[in-house]
């Protein structure tokens, strides 16, 4: 058995299966832009409903938001991002291109006469370090003048506390209560890439929780244990995962504590998701840019006061790939090479495929029924073509949990051979069970 080794290798599995297709591919595509094919759509939704029942659906202390990608351009403001979001940049005034100030191909001090170029090698062609702001600038309306301009948001957080008040009313909650919400976000980054770790277009899927001053760490203790238990659920590997702390210069301008959940990808550690204590940085710049009362009063005490913030800020798009880099396991079986993504059923994109063993004795009809009948409940997948082992690879590789072969036996007995991808044992199951045998293994 072998892990992935290297991010060719699942990019093109990922386009030759339909998870992920390069944006605008035809045009010589964009950069690091993504779109996700028919098997990445159903892995994507399946990870966010998951995400979205846990924070939500099972909670009654967290309710769900949807808020707009673009706002007024003072939450910006506010917020910290139009003064503080910026990456140092260097530019080559001589082949033009463009590099972050920590890019570790950069050699000699940039601004200066020793510093080299890593793409043209010129040296004394790097400007001194500049700040970028990653935010997308956009406007509104028929002008596109200063007091036109707005921001495709780089975060959700900032619809989630511009509605903290609305949210609470309307569910009647109090503290210490949470607030989720799946959206876009964009960011111009530098240096994105690794395939769809680091894009300019991405999901989020952010969890804001409020509490009481002086509770904040308690909280950030248990969501930090609670997000690392959610991964692990998933059937992501434990020894591949582990927090890192950021240490007083890596925290974000709105931050006193961060840790980061970290995924061994083949490019090594990377952040996958973060725990966040804000404090009361972003509801204090609210109530100050805006003049509104941020304060929440506590019904029986009368106590005042602005609540204190513990998110979790998990990619949609990272989580999707260390789904699909976890599950991704090469092996030998019978002298030949099986590829197989060992995702967690819940998220699997096809839950089964559905094959006659020949097409001939009424086979395919019942393999056709069987599949009408299941996919009122699941997502599964009818095959008749090419050999029963080169269906069952190509299943393999999707990631489908189940095989179900209508054979001779069939025809007997109204059983079929369950084929389970992990184990490849095989065992018989009658036909009208096949409903309870799916939902018991494959529903989250
Ligand atoms: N609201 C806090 C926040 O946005 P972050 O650490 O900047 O915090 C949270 O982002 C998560 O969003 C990251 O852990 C990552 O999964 C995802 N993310 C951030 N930038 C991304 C990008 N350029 N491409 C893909 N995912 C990104």
Known sequence: MADLRSMDTLVSLAKRRGFVFQSSEIYG???????????????????????????????????????????????????????????PLVDCKQCKNRFRADDSRLKGTPGEPDAQCPVCGNKGTLTAPRQFNLMFRTFMGPVEDAAAQTYLRPETAQGTYVNVYNVMQAA???????????????????????????????????????VKPGDDEEWFAHWREARMQWHQDLGIRAEKLRFHEHCPDELAHYAKQAEDIQYEFPFGWQEFEGIHNRTDFDLSRHQEYSGKRMEYIDAESKERFIPYVVETALGVGRLLLVALVDAYQEEDVEGEKRVVLKLHPSVAPIKAGIFPLVKKDGMPEIAQRIHADLQKRFRVFYDDGGSIGRRYRRQDEAGTPFGLTVDGQTLEDQTVTVRDRDTLRQERVATDQLIGYLAERVVG
């Open 29 to 87: 595509g964009l950069g690091s832009v993504w779109d996700y094919g028919p098997l990445g759509v159903e892995l994507k939704r399946n990870l966010t409903d998951r995400w979205w029942r846990s924070m939500v659906q099972h909670r009654d202390d967290i309710e769900g938001l949807e808020s707009a990608i673009l706002m007024h351009p003072r939450v910006w403001e506010a917020s910290g991002h139009v003064s503080g979001f910026n990456d």
């Open 172 to 210: 009647r909650l109090k503290i210490p209560f949470g607030i989720a919400q799946i959206g876009k976000a964009f960011r111009n980054e530098i240096t994105p890439g690794n395939f769809i770790f680091r894009t300019r277009e991405f999901e989020q899927m952010e969890m804001q929780f409020f």
